[in-house]
């Protein structure tokens, strides 16, 4: 399995990356959008995961550059 989802970031970027197995699966996120994006889609994606799932781990968390539009939402996230 492997998955994107490309979270609405307006003018930035957050993209959440699944792989491995339907069962458990492998979590990468990839920037963090703007600092509106964490609360309006990435957290609500977040506790979706976790109430679907028990909890929600990430192999890891990559910020491409510090442009506010990549990192805006990293500072809640984090």
Known sequence: ?????????DHGD????????????KRVLIDAGTP????RALRPKIEETV???G???FE?????HIDA???GGALQFL
């Open 51 to 53: 109430a679907r799932e």
């Open 55 to 57: 909890n929600c781990h």
């Open 1 to 9: 399995m492997f998955k994107i989802h490309m979270l609405p970031a």
């Open 36 to 39: 509106g994006t964490y609360a």
């Open 69 to 71: 539009d990549h990192i």
């Open 60 to 64: 890891l968390f990559v910020v491409t």
């Open 14 to 25: 957050c993209l959440w990356v699944e792989y491995g197995t339907a069962a458990k699966p």
